[in-house]
């Protein structure tokens, strides 16, 4: 099961969600990003983050609705972090839950009590050296799948959530449970094939909030508003006995709220939120259990992947919840609800041990060959190369390398590569152009110019930059390209040292930048053509003239001729006539 998804359209790759993922767990493919599960350790820092909301969380809410449609007994534990996310008191919030439909509700701190007595009991007997908490889910996830050696050292114990389940399940055979909490990674652990059979279902704070006001604005069910009297009877709401327990989410909590009632004995007690500080804590007692060298005193680590422990984590963030300001509505005091604890020692007899499992996936380890060969992909030859930017995601090149590696990553990932590739691609063309291209600013001054346009206006590349082309300054071209927003093409002639040559000039503004590129063409071979080829029609129109004239001067010396020659017929024809008829 998907607890986290993506929604492919809103994805830009922009590799935040990568940047800010402690155990990397995120594949970039297809140019979309995409959650491996195996590795996932659901801290929700990647919905957090992501700019563009193209993650979300997977939603339980249409089945505890249907759920509870089927007339089933569901009981809600809520989770003693309710205080911070909403003002509201537990009776107000219960009472809004029964008008949902659900049974009853009950608060997770009961769990949480349970759990802090197991935790003193493993104290007392002092076998373990170290003691890692097991209320957070993220943590046991993040040391099962990524850091498996150190599984022997979290408390074989079920988490709050878990605890209360199972006490509810014992007092209530045909109860389900659905537990309302903060927490994303607390969906996965129902489904942890060790821990099936507590929970039914996870709802967030969130989906609560949706829910509620989804019925109260169609009317729909007995939904009363907060400012309308809950209506609740004191006595069917369940206390708690020991109420230090709900400070479980704040940091120190776990330690805070042990220590109301018992001391840590020879174990000193350490607090570790977030969870860079986390992985740094568990690879440091990886390496220790590896050689063998623990430390020298007995640790009890009250460890939390959310900085600031749960009142802190990313449903509240998303939320906008200031929960810097909520702390304080976490308190040990007992609350109104808090009567005579109608419970007993008995709860605490319940069984809470729980077992662990390597999850750690099996894969073939990169050699230093394939890794070379991975950076030079990624144009890093030299070690000078590996600028360990942390654009893709990965801190530094060879991590990024690892990465493609096990097909988490591609190598189009590398940014300033790519970035270096096309420019060096863009100046081949620009260098290589048949026609001049000059850069100039505001004020006509040149930024850039390439070997042809140097060429074409006879000056030095080098020298030129940030000095003037006299053929171009305060051309008239400038402003019309500035004025019209359009390209401004001229045909000119112009004299440099001496020749003449004909250009075609295109001036474009780029107005983002206020500045003018003008592209030059050579045209003289092109006019050189265009006259030969007139002096050509010229030289043949006049040849054809002067045979026209010629042939004009024949026909008419040809017909004096023949009008010659035709009159002197005449008269010996007209002689020859009259000599005939005369005789």
Same mark, same amino acid.
Request: with cysteine; hydrophobic share 35%.
């Given at each position: ?12 790759a922009c ?10 767990s995120i594949q ?5 990003a995409?959650?491996i599960?195996?590795?996932?350790i659901l801290c929700?820092k ?10 979300f969380?997977?939603?339980e ?5 249907t ?6 007994k569901?009981?809600?534990?809520v ?5 911070a996310?909403?003002e509201?008191?537990f ?9 949902l439909?659900?049974s009853? &509700?009950q608060?997770?701190?009961v769990?949480?009590?349970m759990?802090n %007595?197991?935790?003193?009991?493993i104290?007392r007997? !002092?076998?373990m ?7 957070? /889910?993220?943590v046991?996830?993040?040391i099962?799948?990524?850091?498996p050696r $150190?599984?022997?050292?979290?408390a074989p114990?079920l988490?709050?959530?878990?605890a %209360? ?7 209530h055979?045909?109860a389900?449970v659905?537990?309302?909490g903060?927490c994303?990674s ?5 489904s ?13 704070f969130d989906?609560i909030d949706s829910?509620?006001?989804?019925e ?5 069910g ?16 369940q !206390?708690?006995?020991d109420? *230090? *327990?709900?400070i479980?989410?704040?940091?120190? !909590? ?5 220590? $109301?009632?018992?001391?840590? *004995?020879?174990y ?9 500080d ?7 007692l990886?390496e220790c259990?590896?050689?063998g060298?623990m430390?020298?005193e ?7 992947i ?5 009142m @802190? !984590?990313p449903?509240f963030?998303?939320a906008?919840?200031?929960t810097v ?6 308190s040990?005091a007992?609350?109104?609800?808090d ?10 007899e319940?069984t809470?041990?729980r077992?662990?499992? @390597? ?8 050699? /230093?060959d394939d890794i070379?060969a ?6 890093k030859h030299r070690p000078?190369?590996?600028l360990n ?8 090149c ?7 590696f096990?097909g988490?990553?591609?190598i189009?990932m ?13 100046n ?6 048949p026609?001049?291209?000059v &850069?100039?600013?505001?004020d %006509?001054?040149v ?5 042809? *346009?140097a060429?074409i206006?006879?000056?030095d590349?080098s020298?030129?930059?940030?000095g ?6 305060d051309d008239?071209?400038?402003?019309m390209a ?5 390209? $401004?093409?001229q @045909?000119?002639?112009?004299k440099i040292?001496d020749?003449?040559i004909?250009?075609?000039k295109?001036m474009?503004?780029i107005?983002?930048h ?5 592209f030059?063409?050579d045209t003289s071979a092109?006019?050189? %053509? ?5 002096k050509m029609r010229?030289?043949?129109?006049d040849v054809?003239?002067n045979v026209i004239?010629?042939?004009m ?11 010659e020659?035709? &009159?002197?017929?005449k008269?010996a ?7 005939i008829?005369?005789?």
């Open positions: 099961m998907s607890y986290i998804n993506l929604n492919p359209g809103s994805c830009q590799y935040r969600c990568i940047r800010e993922c402690p155990v990397k970039f493919k297809d140019d979309k995409t959650i599960e195996s590795e996932c929700g990647c919905i957090e983050v992501c700019p563009h909301k193209a993650k969380i997977q939603s809410l249409y089945q505890v609705q759920l509870i449609a089927s007339g089933k569901v009981i809600a534990s989770a003693p972090s309710y205080k996310w909403s509201s008191g009776e107000n919030l219960r009472d809004r839950l029964l008008d439909g659900f009853d &509700a608060e997770t701190a769990g949480a009590s759990v %007595h197991d935790y003193s009991r104290i007997e !002092g076998k050296p170290v003691i890692i908490t097991s209320a957070c /889910p993220s046991v996830m993040l099962e799948r990524h850091y $150190v599984i022997e050292l979290i114990t988490s709050p959530m878990m %209360h389940a199972k006490l509810i399940r014992e007092m055979e045909d389900h659905v537990f309302i903060p994303i607390k969906k996965y652990e129902p942890d094939i060790l821990l099936s059979g507590y929970i039914d279902n996870v709802l967030t989906e829910w509620i006001s989804s109260l604005a169609s009317g729909r007995h939904i009363r508003s907060h400012t309308e009297d809950p209506g609740f009877s004191a006595s069917d709401v !206390g708690l006995r109420t *230090a *327990a709900r479980y989410p704040r940091s120190r !909590g776990v330690i805070d709220s042990m220590a $109301v009632t018992e001391p840590f *004995a020879d000193l007690p350490v607090a570790i939120d977030g969870a860079r986390c992985i740094d804590m568990f690879a440091y990886d259990l590896r050689t060298n430390p020298q007995k640790l009890f680590i009250e460890a939390n959310c900085k600031g422990a749960c @802190n !984590g449903i963030k998303i906008r919840k200031r300001f909520a702390s304080h509505r976490l040990k007992p609350e109104k609800h009567r005579a604890f109608s419970g007993d020692e008995s709860i605490y319940i809470l041990e077992q662990y499992l @390597n999850r750690k996936s099996v894969v073939k380890q990169p050699q /230093p070379t991975i950076l030079a992909q990624m144009g000078e190369d590996e930017c942390g654009t893709c995601g990965y801190l530094t060879r991590s990024k390398a690892e990465a493609v096990y988490k990553a591609d189009k590398c940014l300033p590569f790519f970035r270096k590739k096309a420019e060096n691609f863009s081949v063309i620009i260098e290589h152009s026609n001049g291209i &850069a100039l600013d505001r %006509h001054f930024v850039d110019i390439n070997p042809m *346009a060429k206006y006879k000056v590349e020298e030129i930059i940030g003037i082309i006299p053929e171009l300054y008239d071209s400038f402003d500035r004025e019209s927003k359009s390209p $401004v093409m @045909n000119l002639k112009l040292l020749m003449e004909y250009i075609e295109t474009v503004y107005e983002e206020d500045t003018f590129v003008a030059i063409k092109e006019e050189l %053509h265009k006259e030969q080829i007139l010229i030289h043949t129109a054809t003239q004239e010629k042939q001067r024949v026909v008419q010396e040809i017909a004096s001729l023949l009008g020659t035709a &009159a002197e017929t008269l024809l007209n002689n020859l006539k009259e000599t008829v005369n005789d």
